[in-house]
């Protein structure tokens, strides 16, 4: 079955600063790759997502990239904001339902 | 509120007793998921409903556990004779029927089991 490895696991950036966040999947089938963000005690909502048809998709601040042959996507997230901060959980389907990474505990300093 | 909502939000029960949560998706949607999440954790599968067919269970789901959605629409989730270890957060998530379809979330059911 799919196995998604996500880090870093804690990550603190000075605000305005980028934070990159990383993937890594196994089931080469997999083809949709969603990233949500949840705040403490809230519950998880889709920031950005990407089909294994494309290489790159932005919205805003907020950028994935993904690279099927290594089997590997990033969130990247330009000029942080305080509001920022939460965890980031990557997630790929394919054959599968939704396999989730174990989070990304992501502080934004102001 | 046109969101997915569940209920209860909290629940705080003793070992072995049983429990039901309830899940009411986004009326359009056909796809129904279940998911538990503990601290530090990513959201775990337990299993999904195409209409009112479940579909695929997790081969992690024990047999204390049992769902349903009945008229394809709103679902339970029912634990019998819980456990300690049962304490987590029970979310549910709804979407389109096609793959890759954006799953949206409830605000959970927190279950404490003493």
């Known amino acids: 079955g799919e196995n998604v490895e996500q880090h870093p696991s804690t990550l603190s950036v000075q605000e305005g600063d980028s934070a990159v966040i990383k993937c890594t999947y196994s089931d080469s089938a997999s083809n949709y790759f969603p990233w949500y963000k949840q705040e403490l005690g809230k519950r998880p909502q889709l920031i950005i997502d990407?089909?294994?048809?494309?290489g790159e998709k932005k919205d805003q601040r907020i950028a994935v990239t993904l690279n099927k042959t290594a089997k590997h996507f990033s969130l990247h997230i330009t000029e942080t904001q305080p509001e920022d901060s939460a965890v980031y959980f990557c997630a790929a389907e394919g054959n599968t339902p939704l396999v989730f990474g174990k989070g990304t505990r992501l502080s934004v300093i102001a | 509120d046109t969101g997915v909502s569940q209920n209860p939000r909290h629940k705080i029960t003793k070992r072995g007793q049983n429990v039901t949560f309830r899940c009411d998706p986004i009326?359009?949607?056909?796809?129904l998921y279940w998911y538990r999440q503990t601290l530090g954790q990513g959201p775990e599968f337990l299993t999904y409903f195409q209409n009112e067919a479940q579909l695929e269970k997790s081969r992690l789901l024990s047999d204390r556990f049992s769902a349903e959605r009945p008229k394809g629409s709103f679902s339970t989730l029912e634990i019998q004779r819980t456990e300690q270890g049962d304490s987590a957060m029970y979310l549910c998530?709804?979407?389109?029927?096609?793959?890759?379809?954006?799953?949206?979330f409830g605000p959970g059911t927190r279950l404490l089991v003493l």
């Open positions: 990407i089909r294994s048809n494309v």
């Open positions: 009326s359009e949607h056909n796809r």
């Open positions: 998530a709804s979407s389109f029927m096609n793959p890759g379809e954006t799953q949206y």
